[in-house]
């Protein structure tokens, strides 16, 4: 199980908590599996997290 971290938007004026992600969609890569969250300010975030 990954630790539940509290995701915030990637703009410098805006520090709204991320939920859900944008799109049921998620990268796996060898480094870990990256997923795409957008912000309703219209920022997008991408992060990554190793499983
Ligand atoms: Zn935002």
Redesign the pocket.
Same mark, same amino acid.
């Given at each position: 199980m990954l630790e539940e971290i509290e995701l915030v %938007?990637d &703009?410098p004026d /805006?520090d709204?908590v991320l939920g859900e992600p944008a799109f049921r969609l998620a990268l796996t890569t060898p480094v870990g599996t990256r997923r795409v969250y957008e /912000?309703? %300010?219209? &920022?997008v975030t991408i992060t990554v997290s190793r499983e």
């Open positions: %938007c &703009a /805006c709204r /912000c309703t %300010c219209g &920022a």
